[in-house]
């Protein structure tokens, strides 16, 4: 399955692709505005959210939560808020 | 040791000398006394007595039991046990070991509440929708309640499949000595072995070793027609394999099932059959028969389904009166075995009396 | 090492995914509320039953012994394994036609016997599955299949039924409320009691579609907004209407099920 992710210092952002259904929850609940719906077609026919935005994500869970299709996630740095 | 007790009572005392340690019941006549006794003895050998809300809730309280590793049971007569057709389909479906007593009054509807009937026969074999295989069995006295809820709990563990006792108004309700017995055998459900396993893989005996929910194995379990993982999957292969192995489970195997009495078989060129409380009536005009010199004997099925090979019995047979309460049921399959089959149904209400049976046997 | 599995992985079924659910239902996001709940609990004790019903398929998505079985009846088959085996938690989840038109009567008497199970409805308004016909939570005037000239019946108030009948714990989130539902969905398993929540979720393709939106997202934005938090409300003022009161509703003391078999035994 195509995964994709993108990191910044605070941390990883993955989406498997295959599992998204294009509800567009993640895209509109994301605080920050960092992303957008991509150009990439899945093969069921949706389009995937991007990341445009890389360093403006704040790794904050909320288009974690939101998904229905456990497709999108992030994953915090483990050194941030030790070394901070 | 001996009690003087009705067969409802029998029916509770050996659900409980199986190792029965669930009931869910509603209560219903002639049923009641069953859940009644439950009520008391449960408790008593650590085990739980539930009255729900119905009869849907009942078997489902059941079938979920049965999942958390427990032998359970609920007793109803026709009203309710026609409420719990779905979910008798599910538990064949699943295969969910459970044990249903019905303990027949006349029908249809309301019917009459306090008399006997024996119309649910058909119903227990294929009340629910669907293909499935049930076993049902026809105990005619109050020993029999005894002895064959135990064989019934038995045979539901060994073939992961509900069992149904048919009972009826009178065997529920006639008091007699009957023999608690000191030693019953016990069965039990075969084990996995390891957490890898495919949860409705079956064996060679094509039955799937059951795991229970606690155990850590974190199966699932569906109504929907599934692969051997447990698995819902929308095909006719998977819908073949599977409703294939639910029936042949039972039907290839009827041989360690089937059970009847067989009566002055032996000379006789006269058959009757008959199970259930109908059968003292027909064994007592057999009887009768024979002194006025006709060589009458009597089939009487402890199982009636599976349908037992009772051909050889009776294809020989100059004559075959089937005699039942109801309007032939179990008649529509016998009289395959010989071309000379008569019924005397009824619909219920008060047994055949043995001059009536008689009158009919010297006519035939 | 970057964990690269969705961090709710281990609780799913991963071989079924992608789940059955249309783009856009809020089933999945409810999901993933429970399962984050469960995160942490002794899973090989935790057994999840549902009943028919695009909510009824959850069952076969959480990695726990997972039972799905007749429409209505999952509450009674989830207090025969409770009471069969009190070590288990118990969850039942469905949706509102499942767990409160044809098992209405199950949920009412498990309700008053403050049995320990853990009872969770979807509340989308409709019988998705077969197609958007009218449920007993639709709202009056609303279209659906079997209401082309728009409801003509009262919905019900599933929260306030719930505590009418005997609940201990009864809690209202929608599926916008993430974090709340989350931490409800805990407090609810956790529960040692008949804890109910009513999760107000949305079914676009049979009730959105044929009432005016035009998305889950549309939806989803619109029942955020309609949402007022009033924990323990007078329950008489919770209807669902143009406001959607959600919340802690009720959690009281009362002795169990279980606990009061041992009282008496
Ligand atoms: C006894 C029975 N009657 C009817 C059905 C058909 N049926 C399947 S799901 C369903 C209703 C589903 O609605 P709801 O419970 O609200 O769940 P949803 O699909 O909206 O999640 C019905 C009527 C059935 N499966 N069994
Ligand atoms: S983690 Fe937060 S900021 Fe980053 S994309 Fe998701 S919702 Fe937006
Ligand atoms: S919320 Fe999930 S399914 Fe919806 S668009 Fe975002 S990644 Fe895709
Ligand atoms: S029909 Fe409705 S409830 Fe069912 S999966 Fe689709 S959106 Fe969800």
Known sequence: MSMKSWQNQRGFLFLKEERCKGCGFCIDLCPKKVLRQSEVMNAKGYHPPELYDVEGCIMCDICTEICPDFAIYRYRSKERGKNA | ?364 | MVPQEHPLEQLLRSDRMPHIWCPGCGLGTDLGCYLRALSGMDLDKVAFVSGIGCSGRAAGYVAVDSFHVTHGRGIPFAIGLKVANPELTVTVWGGDGDIFAIGGNHFIHAARRNIELNVICINNAIYGMTGGQVAPSTPLRAKTTTTPYGNYEHPFNFSYMAAASGATYVARWTTAHTKELTKSMREALEWKGFSFIEVISMCPTTFGRRNGFADGLEMLKDMKARSEVKNFPDLEDTDIGEKIVVGKFVEKEKRSYLEEVKQWR
């Open chain 2, 1 to 364: 040791m001996l009690e003087f007790i009705n067969g409802d009572v029998a029916c509770a005392e050996g659900a409980i000398a199986a190792g029965c340690r669930f009931f869910g019941g509603y209560p219903i006549t002639p049923s009641t006394e069953i859940a009644e006794r439950m009520a008391l003895r449960l408790p008593q050998v650590g085990g739980a007595f539930m009255q729900m809300e119905d009869e849907l809730a009942s078997i489902m309280c059941v079938l979920g039991a049965s999942w958390a590793g427990k032998k359970a049971m609920t007793a109803t007569s026709g009203p309710g046990f026609s409420l719990m057709q779905e979910s008798i389909g599910l538990a064949a479906m699943t295969e969910t070991p459970c044990v249903i007593v019905d303990v027949q009054r006349a029908g249809p509807s309301t019917g009459l509440p306090t008399l006997v009937a024996q119309g649910d026969v058909m119903q227990s074999r294929f009340g629910s929708h669907g293909d499935y295989r049930t076993i049902v069995l026809a105990p005619a006295n109050a020993q029999e309640m005894y002895d064959l809820t135990i064989r019934a709990f038995n045979l539901s563990e060994r073939f992961r499949t509900p069992v149904i006792v048919l009972s009826d108004e009178v065997c529920g309700h006639i008091t007699s000595g009957v023999d608690l017995r000191e030693k019953v055998d016990i069965e039990n459900r075969k084990k996995p072995g390891s957490s890898e396993c495919l949860p409705f893989k079956a064996d060679e005996d094509l039955i799937p070793p059951m795991a229970v929910a606690g155990e850590g194995y974190r199966f699932h379990v569906t109504g929907l027609t599934h692969n051997e993982k447990g698995y819902p999957v929308t095909s006719a292969e998977v819908q073949q394999a599977l409703v294939t192995r639910l029936v042949d489970k039972v039907e290839k195997r009827k041989g360690e099932i089937v059970d009847a009495e067989f009566f002055m078989l032996d000379d006789a060129d006269m058959c009757v059959i008959a199970y259930g409380s109908e059968a003292g009536s027909a064994k007592k005009a057999v009887k009768m028969a024979r002194e006025k010199g006709i060589k009458a004997g009597l089939l009487r099925p402890k199982v009636l389904w599976p349908l037992g090979n009772f051909e050889d019995y009776v294809k020989d047979m100059k004559k075959v009166l089937v005699v039942e309460l109801n309007s032939g049921q179990f008649y529509s399959d016998a009289k395959c075995w010989n071309r000379n089959t008569k019924l005397l149904g009824g619909y219920g209400g008060e047994l055949h009396r043995p001059d009536d049976i008689l009158k009919v046997m010297e006519v035939f």
